[in-house]
């Protein structure tokens, strides 16, 4: 079982940067692909990005690319967002989600329970 808790969304301007953290507690973390996914008000949920359990492979959604950088730290069983540029249109809550193996963009097996991320225009 793996428990994951996202920090770090907030209220930010249309060209500003955020950093979302997602921590981890259980035992799998070092060896899970971790992915962070967003859903807006009336939207479905949508992939963001994802990164590999070695971190030597990342994947990002095309709205994205560019301006969100995913990292992780397994030795500290945590993994982060940094998101810069963000438009109007970044606003959703943002989730992080653990698997084993890939796709990068579906079937996460563990999720956090999101944390809101509301650009100003």
């Known amino acids: 079982q793996e428990q994951l808790v996202e920090s770090g969304g907030g209220l930010v301007q249309a060209g500003g940067s955020l950093r979302l953290s997602c921590v981890a507690s259980?035992?799998?973390?070092?060896?899970?692909?971790m992915g962070w996914f967003r859903q807006a008000p009336g939207k479905e949920r949508e992939f963001v990005g994802a990164?590999?359990?070695?971190?030597?492979?990342?994947g990002y959604a095309d709205s994205v690319k560019g301006r969100f950088t995913i990292s992780r730290d397994n030795a500290k069983n945590t993994g982060s967002l940094q998101m810069n540029s963000l438009k109007p249109e970044d606003t959703a809550v943002y989730y992080c989600?653990?698997?084993?193996?890939?796709?990068?963009?579906?079937?996460?097996?563990?999720w956090g329970q999101g944390t809101q991320v509301t650009v100003s225009s």
């Open positions: 989600a653990t698997k084993i193996g890939v796709p990068l963009t579906s079937r996460y097996d563990y």
């Open positions: 259980g035992r799998t973390f070092s060896s899970s692909t």
């Open positions: 990164i590999t359990w070695s971190g030597s492979v990342t």
